[in-house]
């Protein structure tokens, strides 16, 4: 259901938050910038603050496409009790990678959850894409 997949999304963004994001907390006060969200646009971030926020992208990416790729689920999707299965006979890397991708592009995420709530299945665009659904355990 689309409320379990949210709840186990909110888990991992929390885990991802304190283990990825949480470690540049200091660096980023240090800075004392105020940032509004067209600055994203403009040239008052600094090449640090765009490899931090690489950084964490990077690192978020390889938490989701890490565990769904050995072991099906995320930390959000074992306490819901969901997995990840392959339409496919055999789930394969690049599987994760694109089912995942929208995870850390905020555009795409916008797209793919518009996608799912509009879709009759309430199917993921980049889980239509991959060739993947989540099931219940």
Sequence with gaps: SISRRAIAYL???LII???????????????????EFTDLFSTKLTADLYIIFLTIAVLSLIYFVVLEFYI??????????????SLNKEFKLYQAIVRNISKVVDILLLIDVVYMLL????ERLFGKLSKTRVVMK
């Excluded at 938050?17 to 940032?35: A, D, E, G, M, R």
């Design 11 to 13: 888990f991992d963004s």
């Design 17 to 35: 938050t304190i283990v990825v994001s949480y470690p540049f907390n200091q660096y980023l006060k240090n800075l004392n910038i105020t940032l």
């Design 72 to 85: 099906k689920q995320t930390i959000g999707k074992i306490i819901m009790q969901i997995k990840v299965v």
């Design 119 to 122: 879709s009759p299945g309430k």
